[in-house]
Nanobody, 125 residues
Framework: EVRLVESGGGLVQAGESLRLSCVASGLTFTDYQIGWFRQVSGEDREGVAFIDASGGNTHYVDSVKGRFAVSRDNTKNLVYLQMNNLKPEDTAIYYC??????????????????WGRGTQVTVSS
């Protein structure tokens, strides 16, 4: 059984930082691209940051460029999302997801096969 489990969410003030973690099990981690998505109730899920299977390539949505950084540790089946200078508009449930893609980066949520249950990030002004 494939499992993705996020952690690290919480309540912070604007300008502060959080680091989210996603640990994967039940899959060959190095075969999978990982994406971080976020969703606000009543809105579509938004892709935030992506990292390819090797960890050598990343992609970010414009609204988080320069503030968020995604990384992975393939020896531990872990992916991180470092979020700095958080803003109230970053408030959402954050999900990690895995897509079987050994090369390249895909950003469409519909392509991702496995999803975690999410972790809440709340940024107060």
């Amino acid at each position: 059984e494939v499992r993705l489990v996020e952690s690290g969410g919480g309540l912070v003030q604007a300008g502060e930082s959080l680091r989210l973690s996603c640990v994967a099990s039940g899959l060959t981690f190095t075969d999978y691209q990982i994406g971080w998505f976020r969703q606000v109730s009543g809105e579509d899920r938004e892709g935030v940051a992506f990292i390819d299977a090797s960890g050598g390539n990343t992609h970010y949505v414009d609204s988080v460029k320069g503030r968020f950084a995604v990384s992975r540790d393939n020896t531990k089946n872990l992916v991180y999302l470092q979020m700095n200078n958080l803003k109230p508009e970053d408030t959402a449930i954050y999900y990690c997801a895995a897509y079987f893609l050994q090369q390249g980066i895909a950003t469409q949520a519909r392509l991702y096969e496995y999803w975690g249950r999410g972790t809440q990030v709340t940024v107060s002004s």
